[in-house]
């Protein structure tokens, strides 16, 4: 069975340091994979998606950068985090093209506090 | 832009009550619906879905929830809700267009509290 992981769980990071967190799925090839943002009262904000080994789409423009250097590995990194960087982080995956009838697969996810 | 409204931040009722969570999207074309669950300390998961057909969804643990195009609503329910389903939903929408197929838009989630 398919299964997907996130880490580190929970982050507390000074604002202007780095930030690099890890996405891993299991049980399946060629996925697309997503992260997401979850800010207290925001709601899920998608922040890049990848449909492919090297290929990164973002959706909202920020400090943050992605990269898949696998297929089944997803990464979010940052140069200098803010403080607006803070909140709960969702990688996610869909097997097959990300066709609009297909589900996504959420992970546990990371809590990240930048003070 | 797509958008997504749920438009109760917090929910607090008795065991066996009535529950309905609402949910309204802004697109005017064809939308994929979704409902996620976030059970404390665990995953997001999948509650229910609609793509097409009968506009009354069904999910698990007697959840479901009404298409209704007119209106571009998706409200969850469930006839009498228990202490387990004490938790934070979330409707998403879907819009299946170019390249973001498979891209999801979040409501802000409604915390669901179930007093015992």
């Known amino acids: 069975s398919q299964t997907i992981h996130q880490w580190p769980a929970t982050l507390v990071q000074p604002v202007g340091s780095p930030l690099s967190l890890e996405c891993t799925v299991e049980?399946?090839?060629?996925?697309?994979l997503y992260w997401y943002r979850q800010a207290a009262g925001r709601g899920l904000q998608l922040l890049f998606y990848?449909?492919?080994?090297?290929?990164i789409s973002s959706e909202v423009p920020q400090n943050l950068s992605a990269s898949r250097p696998q297929d089944r590995q997803f990464i979010l990194s940052s140069k200098k985090l803010l403080l607006s960087d803070s909140g709960f982080y969702l990688c996610?995956?869909?097997?097959?093209?990300?066709?609009?009838?297909?589900?996504?697969?959420f992970g546990p996810g990371t809590r990240l506090l930048v003070l | 832009a797509q958008s997504v409204s749920q438009h109760n931040h917090h929910v607090i009722l008795s065991e066996a009550a009535s529950l309905e969570l609402g949910c309204n999207y802004s697109?005017?074309?064809?939308?994929?619906l979704f409902w996620y669950v976030q059970y404390p300390g665990q995953h997001l998961q999948l509650l229910l879905k609609?793509?097409?057909?009968?506009?009354l969804v069904k999910g698990i643990k007697g959840f479901e929830a009404e298409f209704i195009k007119s209106k571009f609503s998706f409200n969850l329910r469930k006839p009498s809700v228990q202490w387990s389903d004490t938790a934070e939903y979330f409707c998403?929408?879907?819009?299946?267009?170019?390249?973001?197929?498979?891209?999801?838009?979040f409501g802000k989630g409604t915390k669901l509290s179930v007093k015992p």
């Open positions: 609609y793509f097409s057909g009968d506009p």
């Open positions: 996610a995956w869909i097997a097959g093209r990300g066709g609009s009838e297909e589900t996504q697969y």
């Open positions: 697109y005017g074309g064809t939308v994929n």
């Open positions: 990848s449909v492919g080994i090297g290929q």
């Open positions: 049980g399946t090839s060629n996925p697309n």
């Open positions: 998403a929408v879907n819009a299946g267009y170019g390249g973001s197929q498979g891209n999801l838009i």
